[in-house]
């Protein structure tokens, strides 16, 4: 039993002497060796307890083994968490890419739907500037609802485009004499001109003049000719265009 207990201590002191010099020496690889360390020292006390010196020299080795494991088992632990929070940080960075395109996806159908509907209003000034005489059956200033709905659209536009202005001239048949065919334009000029104001758009923006029956349309006059002479014009004048020709 004496002999164990020497065995005992010489092997720890020899070995405990070689940890000491191994980390005065700064020999110790980059990789932690506390727990083989840890392993070596507690096989031998387990194996010198068992088996005596022989047992102290197989605990000792045992022990070492054991302690590697467990620093194999610490360092694949370490991997691991790394791993995890790369594959964290992809998938944040995946999110953010999709979200940047689904956003760049919005933005082109905003703009598709801008465009479309700057070729709707393109398309509405051409309408207009084709057919914008609102006409009046005879001796009468009432706008007919065939006519509300032009100038609907002539708002709405004007709406729309804040730079836009509308120039209105109104007239008259050459039936009747001129005092009651020039009142009889001015009358219509302040129907048409009251209607659009009353959608929304300030009078400033609206400009006219009466021409009574001075301005007809058609040299021969007749039941046809005569309809199209009762009227009130509207032209759609850009601020720009306007500014430029005062």
Do not use: C, W
Request: glycine share 8%; aromatic share 6%.
């Amino acid at each position: 039993m004496k002999k164990q207990l020497v065995a005992i201590a010489v092997i720890s002191s020899v070995l405990f002497s070689n940890i000491s010099y191994g980390a005065q020496s700064n020999t110790i690889p980059e990789r932690e060796n506390t727990e083989e360390l840890v392993g070596l020292s507690s096989g031998i006390i387990l194996g010198a307890v068992v088996g005596g010196p022989i047992g102290a020299f197989i605990g000792a080795l045992t022990g070492s083994l054991i302690g590697k494991s467990v620093g194999d088992d610490s360092e694949i632990e370490a991997q691991q968490s790394l791993l995890s929070q790369q594959q964290y940080e992809i998938n944040e960075t995946s999110q953010k890419i999709a979200q940047m395109n689904q956003q760049q996806q919005s933005l082109e159908e905003v703009k598709s739907e801008l465009a479309r509907l700057k070729a709707h209003q393109k398309q509405t000034l051409a309408e207009l500037g084709v057919g914008m005489n609102v006409q009046f059956k005879t001796g009468s200033s009432l706008i007919e609802p065939l006519f509300k709905q032009q100038l609907d659209n002539v708002a709405y536009m004007m709406a729309s485009m804040p730079e836009l202005n509308v120039d209105l001239m109104g007239f008259a048949d050459r039936r009747g004499n001129d005092d009651f065919n020039q009142a009889l334009s001015e009358q219509r000029l302040i129907e048409v001109t009251n209607y659009i104001v009353a959608q929304g758009i300030d009078k400033s923006r609206l400009q006219g003049q009466a021409y009574g029956a001075s301005a007809p349309m058609h040299p021969d006059q007749n039941v046809e000719n005569d309809f199209f002479d009762r009227r009130v014009t509207l032209t759609l004048i850009p601020e720009s265009a306007q500014l430029a020709a005062n």
